[in-house]
């Protein structure tokens, strides 16, 4: 990429784009399952819709965690889905697979391929997610207090609450309109009308909070001429930028997310508007700190595919929402639209991504 | 994805623990030595602001910050959640509010438990003070919880050395996640099938190569492999080992021998131990058989059969 002085969106060196997207459908539990026969039915099929074989893709990049099933090096038996016999070129986050692609998104923009693979997936139904995600905090001063994911959650939303930039009715709206909209979607977990549900951790209801649960995504990038091979109506990668805030919750304003901000000026998010917003916030709370932090004004459609409290199969949720809103371009439905990921407690660390179909 | 579970699959508890044993740097040393002697420590940051608990690294500048500081042990909730349903490992086992206090002399907040009667009685704003745990060791956890305190900020600020008589530079943290573990549809086939006494793969419907134990794909094809074929039950030593170490808990005399064997039908080799044979008479090419104890669910070990040798070229591939 050029560099940039002034902090401004950079252009990208190569025109990337999003082809393909698939995902299963997400499900409380699925026991009868491995992690490979769960990912696999979607490889097949994200690799259907372009016409691709395992043999022509150039990169492939996958994001999981071992602490969701409670064993090592898990993401090299996912990898027996993708053919990886003989060697492939493969990368691994241990995170959200939304961070995968835009490590696809890098080795697609050096040149070193033309075509990637990405793919995450997540069983949370072995184990306790609420304290799953407690190994991921400050281990000197926080994890050993156990704050589940819900409680951290909680604290964020009673001070959005005290400053008077929500209410606990304004949280069940969101909560509401999202698992509305995901009656449109085939693969939600939650779909439909349903009452607030008693406080989990208060402020914080079971309608605030996301479904637990098991699923898998994969999409497929390409860059300049093969794009138009594989895709009638491409979604293309305009920018896309992550950033992290710091570590300890009490340095930071619970109420805002600079580090979001940041990473949509860097994506170029502010330059024209979007129509689409597809946000990863499992918790109602953090759509409201989303929305301020990228401006996203009432006119824009935020999360049409019920977000994250439609579906949350953990580590896949945030390149989910890569996929939908590529998929609501290759549709016709979106011309500019904006997708944004998360990872770590109370919105810690941020990506953002603008993508483009052609008018 | 959506057929009923069938009722042969196998579920089974699974605990993972560990002691993660951590060192601290000097800050943070500091601090958790401050705590086992009732002293609560921040580090101040150039311009001039107080983290607690303090960090070695300003999170806006990223400059080392080494001056400490130290402040009340009274403070005010910025914010606050009521937690109705402590979890194990929590501060607290009835109802309490989880806080962020920001002590009296500190710019930052510290991340704990309220011991309180009910979220009436919290709110954001609300004066607290730390109750000390009963035995302090140098960890966050002697800090027992915040408790409602009234009364005003008075605090002064005032540096500290940092220096303790025997500093903690270390802590263990203990971890435990406990889950429910399922191997999924062909590795609970698997494993059911040897329980009575057969090997069972799966065949790719692409390459056909017939995987022992099967995983549900084939690495090579990407295809799940669901035709189901039995194996062995006699086999071939492919390669092997001589193990000269005893393993705890492990009844076996060493030295003795571990092999991969290539059961007949299977398209890659399985390990076992070779036993009924002197371990320096073991050799690539061995026929073997798999010996089952009473009530035992997979092959103790592996006996030769008394054929002749397989030849090289029948295994080569497999090796
Ligand atoms: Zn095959």
Redesign the pocket.
Known sequence: MAPTGSGGPARPARDVAIVAFAQTDHLRRTDELSEVEMLMPVLHRVLDATGLKTSDIGFTCSGSSDYLAGRAFSFTMALDGVGAWPPISESHVEMDGAWALYEAWVKILTGEADTALVYSYGKSSPGEVRDVLTRQLDPYYVAPLWPDSVALAALQAQALIDAGEADEAALASIADRSRASATANPHAQVRGSRPPGDYVVRPLRTGDCPPVGDGAAAVILAAGDRVRELCARPAWIRGMDHRIEAHSLGVRDLTDSPSSRLAATHAGAFERPVDTAELHAPFTSQEVVLRKALKLGDGVAVNPSGGALAANPVMAAGLIRLGEAAARIHRGESDRALAHATSGPCLQQNLVAVLEGES | MTAAPSPDLLRAPLVVEFPFTRSLGPVQSAFLTGLRERTVLGVRTGAGSVLVPPVEYDPVTAAEIRELVEVASTGTVTTWAWNPSPRRGQPLDRPFAWVLVQLDGADTGLLHALDAPGPDAVHSGMRVRIRWAGQRTGAITDIACFEPHEGGEDHEVTPHSGEFEDLVTGIVAPARLDYTYSPGRAQSAYINSLSARKTVGER?P??R?VYVPPRGA?P??G?ATQERVEVGPAGTVTTYCIVNIKARNLDIEVPYVYAHIALDGAGLALHGRIGGIPYDQVRMGLRVEPVWTDGGRYPDHYRPTGEPDADYETYKELI
């Open positions: 790719c692409s390459c190569k084939c090579t094809c295809l």
